[in-house]
């Protein structure tokens, strides 16, 4: 089955400096890949993904890349802020199929401090 | 994104018995997912539930210990049996809207004494 590594495992930022997560999958039949934040007490919160399709998407200060050849795809947040200080997870599945739950990276603590 | 409830939103069990968790969805989907979260760490899969027929567990997870029933495409409900302590962790129910976005429901936070 797919196998999903996550790292760093905690990263701690100063305002304004940017952020990168990184994961790698092991499937190669995977073809989605979203990250999720999660805060204190709340459930994860899909905040962008990206298809086999596209090496690269970006929303606002959020951006993904993928590298399907080395298996690996990275979060990147630009101009950091306090607010994005939370646990980030990357996920991968395979879309289109009977299988689309998420295997989970171990999570990232990013802290922003102001 | 799809607005899902789960009751009940946390609960102090007893070791011993059980617990059943439900997830309501506003409308339609065709997949639903539970999922475990132990304290301070990732989300595992337990299953997937499937309308109308048994669901599909991952392994290390059992029907008799996670029964599970979906009786149509916007509820399904989650029963933890025969609790101990370690089972104490947060539940969440997920559905995928659209191709292949998977949103996740507030979850259930089960501390089991």
């Known amino acids: 089955g797919e196998n999903v590594e996550q790292h760093p495992s905690t990263l701690s930022v100063q305002e304004g400096d940017s952020a990168v997560i990184k994961c790698t999958y092991s499937?190669?039949?995977?073809?989605?890949f979203p990250w999720y934040k999660q805060e204190l007490g709340k459930r994860p919160q899909l905040i962008i993904d990206?298809?086999?399709?596209?090496g690269e998407k970006k929303d606002q200060r959020i951006a993904v890349t993928l590298n399907k050849t080395a298996k690996h795809f990275s979060l990147h947040i630009t101009e950091t802020q306090p607010e994005d200080s939370a646990v980030y997870f990357c996920a991968a599945s395979i879309m289109d199929t009977g299988r689309r739950a998420l295997t989970f990276g171990s999570g990232t603590r990013l802290q922003v401090q102001p | 994104s799809a607005v899902i409830s789960q009751k009940p939103s946390r609960d102090i069990c007893q070791r011993g018995t059980s617990l059943t968790i439900q997830c309501q969805v506003d409308s339609q989907v065709t997949m639903m997912f539970w999922y475990r979260q132990q304290p301070g760490q990732s989300l595992t899969l337990i299953a997937t539930?499937?309308?109308?027929?048994?669901?599909?567990?991952e392994s290390g997870f059992v029907i008799d210990k996670f029964p599970i029933s979906r009786p149509n495409l916007t509820f399904s409900t989650l029963t933890v049996s025969n609790m101990s302590p370690e089972d104490s962790s947060i539940y969440l129910c997920s559905v995928v809207r659209e191709v292949a976005e998977q949103f996740f429901g507030p979850g259930t936070r089960l501390t089991v004494l």
């Open positions: 499937d190669s039949a995977s073809n989605y």
């Open positions: 990206i298809r086999s399709n596209v």
């Open positions: 539930a499937n309308q109308g027929s048994e669901a599909t567990y």
